[in-house]
């Protein structure tokens, strides 16, 4: 019989990282809108806005943005897949979707994703704000990212219910994927509060992915010391291993 795969050291820190990138990605975005001028409305107006061409102080988020979900793709890679990866091949497609999705790629390609203008702007309308080639980046990786990452956490969940410990973690992976495709219809279907369901959207990505780190740290706890073997050493040493159903 086999126990549970080990969970290294780094899978442990890059967990670590995870959350914390959770944390500034979420801050950096509630305070930049204090610098925004007072045409600018949350309730309304999108974060991407916030570092449009003509927003003020646009660095400081392109930055923290960039860093942060670099650092949550390597979070991803390092530590979600390692430690889910004992679930099949669903935790490996969708540790790939999460990286790729809104919370991913989407993010850490806002440089090349700055709107031509905000709506806080005069004379700024929807179609002048997504005119140029940022504005078209912006709204494409917006919309396919979100529904790449609702399909990222329905292989999650699907790799959480084949792993003992993990299988209470399923249903509220399904329930959260259906939270965000709700919160990003409910966008599109009263653009006046726009700003404030993709606060809510980006604020319960954060949430959910901080979750899982906290997720992956207690179980790595509950399963013993320090390990420090390089991530995927242990769902290679499960694929080679001979299965009960074999003998």
Same mark, same amino acid.
């Given at each position: 019989?086999?126990?549970? $795969?080990?969970?290294?050291?780094?899978?442990?820190?890059?967990?670590?990282?995870?959350?914390?990138?959770?944390v500034? #990605? @979420?801050?950096?975005? %509630?305070?930049?809108?204090?610098?925004?001028?007072?045409?600018y409305?949350?309730?309304?107006?999108?974060i991407?806005?916030?570092?449009?061409?003509?927003?003020?102080?646009?660095? +400081? %988020?392109l930055?923290?943005?960039t860093?942060? /979900?670099?650092?949550?793709?390597? #979070?991803?890679?390092?530590?979600?897949?390692?430690?889910l990866?004992p679930?099949? !091949?669903?935790?490996? @497609?969708?540790?790939?979707?999460?990286?790729?999705?809104?919370?991913?790629?989407?993010?850490?390609?806002? $440089?090349f994703?700055r709107?031509?203008c905000?709506?806080? *702007?005069?004379?700024?309308?929807?179609?002048?704000m997504?005119?140029?080639?940022?504005?078209?980046? *912006?709204?494409?990786l917006?919309?396919?990212?979100?529904?790449?990452? @609702?399909?990222a956490? +329905? +292989?999650?969940?699907?790799?959480?219910?084949?792993?003992?410990? !993990?299988q209470? !973690?399923? !249903? $509220?992976?399904?329930?959260?994927?259906?939270? #965000?495709?709700?919160?990003?219809?409910?966008?599109?279907?009263?653009?006046?509060?726009?700003?404030? #369901?993709?606060?809510l +959207?980006?604020?319960?990505?954060?949430?959910?992915?901080?979750?899982l780190?906290v997720g992956?740290?207690?179980?790595?706890? *509950?399963?013993?010391?320090p390990?420090?073997?390089?991530?995927?050493? /242990?769902?290679?040493?499960l694929?080679?291993?001979?299965?009960? *159903?074999q003998?």
């Amino acid at each position: 019989m086999h126990g549970p $795969p080990r969970r290294s050291a780094s899978t442990r820190r890059w967990a670590r990282v995870g959350i914390t990138a959770q944390v500034i #990605f @979420v801050a950096s975005w %509630l305070a930049a809108a204090s610098w925004q001028g007072p045409r600018y409305r949350v309730l309304a107006h999108s974060i991407s806005e916030m570092y449009a061409r003509t927003a003020p102080h646009p660095t +400081f %988020l392109l930055i923290v943005f960039t860093l942060c /979900d670099a650092a949550t793709i390597l #979070f991803t890679l390092r530590s979600v897949w390692p430690a889910l990866c004992p679930g099949g !091949w669903a935790a490996t @497609v969708g540790s790939v979707l999460l990286a790729l999705s809104v919370a991913g790629l989407g993010n850490l390609l806002s $440089p090349f994703e700055r709107v031509a203008c905000r709506m806080a *702007d005069p004379g700024c309308t929807t179609a002048r704000m997504i005119s140029n080639s940022g504005g078209k980046l *912006d709204n494409a990786l917006t919309s396919i990212g979100l529904l790449v990452l @609702v399909l990222a956490g +329905f +292989f999650l969940a699907h790799a959480m219910r084949r792993i003992p410990g !993990w299988q209470p !973690w399923a !249903w $509220p992976a399904r329930g959260t994927a259906v939270l #965000f495709l709700t919160l990003g219809a409910a966008s599109v279907m009263d653009p006046g509060l726009s700003g404030l #369901f993709e606060r809510l +959207f980006a604020a319960t990505g954060a949430a959910a992915i901080a979750a899982l780190a906290v997720g992956i740290l207690r179980r790595s706890r *509950d399963m013993g010391g320090p390990e420090t073997g390089p991530p995927g050493e /242990d769902c290679k040493a499960l694929a080679e291993a001979p299965r009960l *159903d074999q003998w």
